[in-house]
């Protein structure tokens, strides 16, 4: 099975899939949702081992329709 990408990455970044994210912080996560790689930035945490809670505030990247909410602990895709 792969990871169906279900909206494009914001302008300048990318979706990366090497990165696993079959669970965030020991929880369950909806399949297609990946870490938003954006250039000149790290994320501290893998989504795994992510300490933050999946429904606290993420910040929003992009603009528009290209516009997507990550998780600020790992990058993960929580639009
Ligand atoms: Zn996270």
Redo the contacts with the bound molecule.
């Keep these: 099975m792969t990871n169906a990408i279900t909206t494009p990455a914001p302008a300048g970044t990318a979706w990366d899939p090497s990165i696993p994210t079959t669970t ?2 020991g929880c369950w996560v909806y399949p297609g949702r990946l870490v938003l790689a954006i250039p000149g930035r790290e994320w501290p ?1 893998q ?1 795994a081992t ?1 300490p ?1 809670p999946y429904d606290a505030p993420g910040e929003w990247i992009g603009s528009g329709a290209d516009e997507a909410l990550v ?1 600020t ?4 895709d929580i639009t």
């Design positions: 965030h912080g945490h989504p992510c933050q998780c602990g790992c990058g993960l």
